[in-house]
């Protein structure tokens, strides 16, 4: 396979690390005041932001599905300011992009074929 097939893309790159990072300072700065009626669902949403960052860097396609599927939770969820539903809707749009361009694909494509 060409070696350039096999590099990550910079935009899967960056959204991993970004992932990975919301998700890990997200999950910690919850935990303080993590009561399991109350906050577990936030701790559950942190923990697979930095999933899906994680396993995209690795190449998993399932991970880039979770990612979108995160951010449009987080639109959702928006439902109650404007602001809010734009700027999440961008970032769902420009993710989506990301994920879904072709050098996008053929990086996730290799690496599923690589695994199986």
Excluded at 94 to 105: E, H
Aim: proline letters at 1%.
């Amino acid at each position: 396979m060409d070696r350039n097939a096999a590099k990550r893309p910079l935009g899967v790159t960056i959204i991993g690390c970004v992932y990975v990072l919301v998700g890990v300072a997200g999950f910690v700065a919850h935990f303080a005041s993590f009561r399991l009626l109350d906050t577990w669902e936030v701790e559950l949403t942190e923990f697979l932001a930095a999933l899906s960052g994680a396993f995209m860097l690795r190449g998993q396609n399932w991970a880039r599905w979770l990612a979108v599927a995160w951010i449009a939770f987080h639109v959702a969820l928006s439902f109650g300011s404007l602001r809010e539903v734009v700027i999440h809707s961008v970032f769902l749009v420009a993710i989506a992009w990301v994920l879904f361009g072709a050098g996008s694909r053929r990086y996730f494509r290799r690496a599923s074929i690589e695994v199986a």
